[in-house]
């Protein structure tokens, strides 16, 4: 039986180790966009309380807007646990109309920073739990010969008062 | 340390995790991973049987003797939908020599998104929906499109991921018919 020395063994494993990102399916792998932590959201009780979710885009990276121009296409979309908040409205920033070259259509993207900004009524009487409010972006990146797989990100936004 | 028969896959795998660095750099796609030539460095295309839009089972295995473009695709993906007309283009004009293209989607909402794809894009090889383990056993799919070339032998040649040339995938398969 052949045998092989001990530094290209090494070699493997340690290119092993380092596709282990990698090699999960169809799930892991690069993230192209990160929700950047904010500062903690002020509340007043009666009041509406606007909510800034901002989002760093990979460079050379592109996610599909709210509302794509391709039926095929996953929008970018931010969604909100339940709380004693009440949200009203969710507002995405203008897209991008950009022609890729594969395909024959402009398609409406987001690209380097955005903020979506979701508004919510705030109750009279806040419950004393209320400390913050969880949610999840999902969103679908390419670059302009690949694409990764869709992903949702939790976003935690700290509330005070 | 690693016996004969395990070596091959192991440099195989490192071959394709060689990927990863590419999926952590800010551009993917546009990869190619050419198999060693002889022979004994090949790795084994992974077997797998699915079915297609008709219920009908698609093992690869079946498919030995056979020059194979396996293409890991999904219905939102961009870049997917340029090299479609070409694999169709491509299952025309080589069928008869001894070719298939197998397409393996990775959508998560299979074939209620995957159906109407197959006949809007009026495919004539067989389509399958793919699971994230089958995925793995190709040592994972980071971005799509993501395709294999397989020989006849059932042996990957090449790998692809990212939008390839037209051109390069016609070298690549009249080069094993």
Redesign the interface.
């Given at each position: 039986m052949r045998r092989y020395s001990k530094p290209l063994a090494v070699v493997l494993l340690l290119g092993l180790a380092s596709g282990a990102l990698w090699a999960q399916g169809f799930s892991g792998g690069l993230r192209a966009a990160t929700v950047v932590p904010g500062a903690a959201v002020k509340l007043q009780p009666g009041k509406t309380a606007e909510v800034s979710v901002a989002i760093q885009i990979r460079p050379n990276y592109h996610i599909n807007s709210n509302a794509p121009a391709d039926e095929y296409l996953i929008p970018t979309k931010l969604t909100w646990g339940s709380s004693s908040l009440q949200l009203t409205k969710t507002e995405y920033p203008e897209a991008e109309t950009v022609n890729y070259s594969f395909s024959d259509k402009p398609l409406s993207v987001y690209s380097n920073k955005i903020v979506i900004v979701s508004h919510f009524a705030v109750p009279e009487k806040m419950p004393a739990s209320l400390t913050e409010l969880k949610g999840k972006l999902r969103y679908q990146a390419c670059n302009n010969r690949a694409c990764l797989p869709p992903k949702t990100a939790n976003v935690t936004v700290r509330l005070s008062r | 340390?690693?016996?004969?028969t395990k070596?091959p896959l192991?440099?195989a795998?490192?071959a394709?995790?060689?990927?990863?660095?590419c999926?952590?750099d800010?551009?993917?796609?546009?990869s190619t991973v050419e198999a060693a030539s002889e022979n004994k460095e090949l790795t084994p295309a992974p077997n797998f049987t699915l079915k297609d839009v008709e219920g009908r089972e698609v093992t690869l295995a079946d498919y030995k003797g056979k020059v194979v473009l396996l293409n890991?695709w999904?219905?939102?993906?961009?870049?997917?939908?340029?090299e479609m007309p070409w694999f169709v283009e491509f299952q025309r004009k080589y069928k008869d020599q001894g070719f298939s293209v197998i397409a393996v989607s990775?959508d998560?909402e299979g074939w209620e998104?995957v159906r109407p794809?197959t006949e809007e894009y009026e495919l004539n090889f067989p389509v399958v929906v793919?699971?994230?383990?089958m995925?793995?056993e190709f040592?994972?799919?980071?971005?799509?499109?993501t395709t294999f070339i397989i020989d006849k032998e059932g042996r990957i040649r090449n790998s692809h991921?990212?939008?390839a040339g037209r051109g390069e995938y016609e070298e690549e398969i009249e080069a094993l018919l």
């Open positions: - | 340390m690693f016996s004969s070596m192991l440099i795998l490192v394709l995790l060689g990927f990863s660095s999926v952590e800010a551009t993917v796609g546009g890991f999904a219905t939102w993906c961009g870049p997917c939908k340029i990775l998560d998104v794809f793919g699971t994230n383990e995925a793995d040592g994972g799919v980071a971005a799509l499109p991921m990212g939008l």
